[in-house]
Each structure stands twice: as C-alpha cells, then as structure tokens.
C-alpha cells in the first residue's frame, strides 16, 4: 500500500461563509485543544479522522473562545454569561445547527446550559460522534494494533455523571480489538480526575493527597497498558499521575480519538 | 374511661406539639427564594415512587441499603398495627379487632411481629454498624457529639419500641390462657411465643402490669417519636418525600441560571439601559446566607439525614481536604435554624450580623470540583453541589475574593478568551502542518 501525506487545511467557518457554504458540523476546539500542548494532538488527531470519514465541518479558529464553563463553575457568572452569549451570537450568525467537541466540558455547557441564552445546538462529544459513525458502519477499524493490550476507560465527571453518557465511549472501544479493564469506581461511582470546578488551574487546597494521585492509582490497579481518557483536563491529570507514579514510560495515556487515529494509521 | 381520656389527650397534644413544629420548619424553609418548580408532575411523582418509596438510591450501597428497606418498611408496616391501638385507646377496649378477624388476627399480629424484627435487626446492625465497627463516614469531624448522640438516640427509641412489642404481645397471651378478664381469646402469636417460657412463671398481675407498661410505652414512644423528629436529622422521613419531588430534573451537569445577570449582560452587549424594574430588590449575586439561598437549598439542609455517603465519594474529602458536602447541608441547617429563632425572638428583619461563611470557610468551597459525585450519591436527591456553588458566587461576585489563580483565569477569559494567556489570534496555530496519511 502506498502511502502519501497529504496536507489537510482546516476549513474555518468564516471562509465557507464567505464561500457561501455550510458545513453540517461546527468542531468547537476547546482551549485547551487550541492550547495545550498534549491536547493539540488530540484535536489533530480527530481532525485527521473527520477528514478520513469526509465529514462536513468546520472549526470558528481565532473567533473561537473559552466557553465559559470553568468561570461559571468558579462562581464568575457574570463572565459565564459574557461568554455565552458572545460565542451563542457568533456560532447562531453562522446559524450553526450541530456542534461536535472533544471538550466533556463545552459539551456539557453547549448542551445544557447554553439554551438558557438562545443558543440551541445539537450538541455531541466526539466519542459519541464516533460511537454513531461506528454503529453506522462508516468507521470500520480491522487493525491488530492493541490486540493483547489492556485499555482502562477513566469516566470524565461531565461526560458521565453530568450528562449519564457512560456507553457511547466504551462502545467505541469495544469495535477496537483489545482488552478492556474496568476501574473498580467506575461510570456513575468514578472518581473525578481532579481538575474540574476550576481545581486545574489552583493550587489544590490543604490535605493528604492529589486526587489525581488517588484516580492514577485506581487506573494503575487494572495494570493497563493504556489508560483511556475523553477530556482535556482528565488527560492532563492523567498525565502528571503518570509521571509521579514514574509510569509514564510502560503506560501511556491517549484520548480515544488517537486511539482511533492510530488503528486506522492516518 | 379515665385511660381513654389520657390516651385522647396525649395523642392532641403530640399531634399539637408536632404541628407547632412542622409550621416553623415550613417557615423557615420559605425564608428562601423564590424558585417555582410546577413542571413535569408525572415524572415527579415517578421518582417519588422509585427514589423515595423505591429506596433505589439507597441500593447503590447494598447492605446499608437493605438494612435501611428492613427498617423503613418494617416500620410503616408494623404502624398499621396503631389502628387497632387507636382504636382501643380511645374506646378502652382490648384488641377490638380479634373477633372481627377471627383466625387471621393472629396471623396478622404474627407477620407484625415479624415486621418488627426486621426493624430491630436493622437498627442493631445500624448500631454495630456506627459504634463497633465505627464505619468511616460516621466519625467525620463534623460528626460531633450531637449528630452521633441523634443517630444513636433514634436507633435505641426504634430497639426499644420494638422489643415492648414482644412482651406486650407474649404476656397477653399468657394472660389470655390463664383466662384473667378481658384478655379473651387471640390465639398464639408467632415470634413472641419464644418470650412466653420466659415470663410464664410470673403472677397475673406482673404480667397485667408487664401488658399495660408495654403498650403505653409503645404509644407513648411513639408520640416522643414523633416530637423528637423535627429536632434531629431523622426529620428526613416526611421531608425525603418532598425533596424528591423538587429534584432537579435536568442533567446533573447544569447549573441554575441566574436571570439578574442576563439582563445586565444583554445590556451590556446590546449598550442598551437594561429595563427599569420597579420591584426590583437590591439583590445580591450568589448567598451569603440562608435568605440568599433558594427554598429548595433550604429543603435539601433539612432533608439531610447525615448519612455522609456524599462526603464518602467526594474526591477532596477522600484526599484529606476540609471539604464535606454533609458538612455544607448541616451547617446550613443550623443556620437556619439560628435564623428561625432569631425571627420568633427578635422579629422578622433582625440580623445578627453573622453568616454562612461563619461556619463554612473559603477553603471547603475552593475544593469543590464540581464533580456530582455526591449528588449522584445522595439517597434523597439533596443537590449538594449548587449550594456550594451560590457561596462562591458570592466569594466572586459580591466580595471579590476569590483565590488568585482563579482571578488570573478570569481576567485571562476577559483579555484574550482563553484560561491560559495566549492571543486568541493565536487559536489556529494547532491546525499548522497537519498531514493525512493517504492510502
């Protein structure tokens, strides 16, 4: 099989505004899939995967901004709602109908919260959007690439708890060939990572413990070969338990998103 | 004749006491705001049916859970056996209903007295369960003298209502071979025959005196009950009813608008005066106190049952932090009760200038993640996670403190739409020399 690269150019919805075109999706980044470095890969690797199924998308680019999720949470609603409705007014100008995130986050606050402001989307995270594509047979995996490895699932708190998606995640690692290990807390009894609320980006305050110390040791309890996350803070966390385990080089921490960019080699 | 009258007004003076107390917890629960909650009846009551009657919640820990299905329905059960006390009391008759029933009457008495053990092998275990064993969640910091005192206090009531059930019932029935007058004929009853060899060789008038203690002990027993409920955290058995129906219906993941805000922010973007309201009270963002708190914060403290399964999953109390949600609900509670005397002694404006923020400190509130684990824990859907979140509000908004890094987050958000400082021009930059492998 010859392979070449091809450069993709991310459709930004102002150009195909502009072009008169309208994607079906809008791909909301996220900060931290803008920003942080680790998560960058994971929003290119989704890119890499919505262009392989030749998805109609496009991402806002520089008039994307934060959500708002996080200043609500800590107790800023004034800036929430600035935010809100600042992002509602751009993405309903755009007349944005559906949004898919990689952000557990924006995904809880898009769908949720964001109706509040007349900002009604039809909202999905990106493990659900891959779930669909799978159950419709037009994302096939036939890889052997994490046969005979172990995966561990960490539930993001605003993905499961928040919004009771527990299947569509561990249903897209069920059609990749591999073992799966539950967390002894698991779905609705997981252990949060630590960072929402606004914790990720605070000093934790006074006590024996991080909890992303507790959570790392709940995944390492499963002697995986790969802990599984969905959320930019989750990985994050994940990451740094990882590392003060000194772990990091036998268990690796992926999204499911580069999991699945890894099986179909994009 | 003089019993009947003893027995009628004791029972006017319970129910009298009881109401007095329930109308000053309703008042208090309405010191909060407003919050109209009218919608969706039929799937209200569907989670009365399942949560609060269905006990489902309480099943996510099994064995507290069943212990808890044995009490509970044991005691609703055994409860229906006061009708024929009632009646009896009143009319100074003796187990009126025995020859209406014939045979069935002791079959009847023997499932109650089977209802019963269940009760008390409940609290028994409940007993072990938080003095022995000294399970985790009991001997939190704040389960001070008092909350363990009421939980105890109200598991010996149950052991003790419960055992004067079996001697009232086996004496009865000695009683009523040995013919003495007015114990006619019942039957035997099934678990309180094992007490019969026992007080056999007691004269009939010990085991009259035996009788008549035991049933006054178990009516007057319930009627302290009864009393003592609004006082402790058992008040949970009427108010786990309503707290359910009032629960948050959406995801667990939303958190409560706030319409005041939405108004200044329309006109902020728009650069158009907000609308003058004319009503409009001078109102803060966020709670300070009770009286900033909706009335269904309020339910929620009062519901609370101590149980500390929401502490018990909370990923900053399991890590060694100040936070406890069950600490959050009880100090509210308290304060509201501290409000409600204030007002019956001082009248309805008086404030004695202290807070929430006396008792609950900035440091249980920052470590919040927000995660609903404890909401999710919650036996009686007490949303633990948005009270929490109206103090902060308050930190913020009102009093400007919250913690540095969150205020470097905010003024980042403001600036450049982003928590961390990077120029939103900047926000593609990811995009930048990405390939695709083509096959």
């Keep these: 099989m010859s392979e070449n690269k091809r450069k993709i150019e991310v459709p930004v919805m102002a150009d195909l505004f502009a072009k008169g075109e309208k994607p079906e999706y809008l791909l909301w980044v996220g900060s931290a899939g803008a920003f942080d470095d680790r998560y960058k890969k994971v929003t290119r690797a989704f890119i890499k995967i919505l262009t392989h199924l030749n998805v109609s998308y496009a991402v806002l680019g520089v008039e994307e901004s934060s959500s708002g999720d996080v200043a609500r949470r800590a107790g800023n609603e004034m800036l929430f709602q600035m935010q809100a409705m600042t992002n509602i007014e751009i993405m309903n100008s755009y007349e944005v109908k559906k949004i898919i995130t990689c952000d557990p986050h924006a995904f809880n606050t898009f769908k949720n919260e964001y109706p509040e402001y007349e900002g009604n989307y039809e909202v999905l995270h990106h493990t659900q959007f891959l779930q669909q594509q799978i159950s419709e047979g037009k994302l096939k995996i036939d890889s052997e690439l994490f ?4 995966l561990t699932y960490h539930d993001p708190c605003y993905l499961g708890r928040a919004n009771g998606e527990y299947d569509a995640p561990r249903e897209v690692l069920d059609a990749i060939p591999s073992t799966k290990v539950e967390m002894k807390r698991n779905k609705s009894n997981a252990l949060c990572c630590g960072a929402g609320g606004g914790q990720m980006f605070k000093e934790a305050e006074k006590g024996d413990k991080e909890v992303f110390i507790e959570r790392t040791e709940d995944a390492l309890a499963t002697n995986p070969d790969i802990i599984v996350t969905a959320c930019p803070y989750c990985m994050v966390m994940m990451t740094d338990g990882l590392k003060y385990k000194n772990k990091e080089e036998e268990i690796k921490n992926f999204d499911i998103a580069e999991l699945i960019e890894q099986t179909l080699e994009l | 004749m003089i019993n009947s009258i003893i027995f009628i007004l004791l029972w006017i003076g319970a129910i009298a006491f009881f109401t007095w107390n329930i109308k000053k917890i309703s008042r208090n629960i309405k010191l909060g705001k407003d919050l109209d909650i009218k919608d969706n009846k039929k799937k209200r009551w569907g989670l009365v049916l399942k949560v609060a009657v269905g006990q489902s919640k309480m099943l996510r820990l099994p064995i507290s859970g069943v212990l808890h299905i044995l009490v509970y329905a044991g005691f609703i059960l055994v409860n229906i056996e006061m009708l024929e006390t009632m009646i009896d009391g009143v009319a100074g008759t003796h187990r009126i209903l025995a020859p209406i029933f014939g ?7 023997s499932s109650f007295e089977f209802f019963a053990l269940f009760v008390m092998i409940g609290c028994i275990a409940f007993l072990i369960r938080r003095n022995i064993l000294k399970l985790d969640r009991f001997w939190k910091p704040e389960m001070k003298w008092w909350p363990r005192l009421d939980a105890n206090l109200i598991l010996i009531a149950e052991v003790v209502l419960m055992t004067s059930i079996f001697f009232m019932n086996a004496s009865d029935y000695i009683l009523q071979t040995r013919g003495v007058a007015h114990y006619h004929e019942t039957g035997s009853f099934f678990l309180s025959s094992f007490f019969v060899p026992m007080l056999q060789n007691l004269p009939s008038e010990t085991l009259m005196l035996i009788e008549r203690t035991c049933w006054w ?3 007057v027993g319930i009627m ?9 955290k058992h008040f949970h058995v009427f108010l786990s009813f309503f707290n359910v129906f009032y629960s ?13 805000i939405t108004t200044e922010v329309k006109s902020m973007l728009t650069g158009e005066e907000p609308p003058m309201d004319e009503n409009a009270e001078e109102i803060a963002f966020g709670a300070q106190d009770v009286k900033q708190l909706t009335w269904k914060h309020l ?17 900053a109390n399991i890590t060694g932090k100040k936070l406890s949600p069950r600490k959050i609900m009880m100090d509210i509670r308290d304060r509201i009760e501290l409000t409600g005397k204030n007002i019956d002694k001082n009248g309805v404006d008086f404030s004695d200038d202290k807070s929430l923020f006396d008792s609950i400190s900035a440091e249980e509130l920052w470590a919040c993640t927000t995660c609903n684990a404890c909401v999710n824990a919650c036996p009686v859907n007490i949303d633990q996670v948005s009270s929490i979140l109206e103090l902060r509000r308050y930190i913020v908004m009102e009093q400007a403190a919250a913690p540095g890094e969150l205020n470097a987050i905010f003024s ?6 982003a928590p961390w400082q990077f120029s939103q021009d900047d926000r593609m930059l990811w995009a930048d020399e990405l390939y695709i492998n083509e096959k």
């Design chain 1, 147 to 150: 046969k005979g490895k172990t």
């Design chain 2, 103 to 109: 045979f069935l009457y002791p079959i009847a008495v």
């Design chain 2, 217 to 219: 002990l178990h009516i």
């Design chain 2, 224 to 232: 302290i009950f009864l009393n003592y409920i609004p006082y402790s």
């Design chain 2, 248 to 260: 948050k219906l959406e995801p667990v993941g939303k958190l409560a608008n706030m319409p005041s």
């Design chain 2, 299 to 315: 339910m929620d403290a009062y519901t609370c049952t101590e149980c500390g399964r929401c502490t018990s999953v909370c990923p």
């Design chain 2, 412 to 417: 980042n958000i403001e600036n450049n739409g």
